[in-house]
């Protein structure tokens, strides 16, 4: 049977070594288990905050973007002017695609 140095200065066997080790991996699993919990309510609660939950229709994600980002949202409403309908329809037509693809991922 081996022993090796407790940190208190005592002796452990290779049991209590082994115990001992099982109770640190609990304290380390318990943990980030409470880290991993606490994260998710607060993302939770941030996407309630901001209106953006998973399941939000599109156009009440547009306009809580455009409430957090208002001049974001003004530069691309003033290129859209500039551009006019038919190019934006035909950008549009060309990005939509793209996006959903991405969306897919």
């Known amino acids: 049977m081996s022993t090796s140095a407790h940190i208190d200065g005592t002796k452990l066997t290779d049991k209590e070594q082994v115990l001992e080790r099982i109770e640190a991996q609990r304290i380390r699993l318990h943990e980030r288990h409470v880290r991993r919990t606490q994260a998710l309510a607060i ?54 695609p793209w996006v959903m693809k991405m969306r897919g991922r």
Do not use: N
């Open 43 to 96: 993302s939770r609660d941030a996407k309630r905050v901001a209106g953006l939950g998973p399941d939000a229709p599109l156009a009440s994600r547009v306009l809580v973007f455009a409430r957090l980002h208002p001049i974001a949202f003004a530069l691309a409403a003033g290129v859209a002017v500039v551009i006019g309908p038919q190019k934006l329809i035909r950008w549009v037509g060309v990005g939509l």
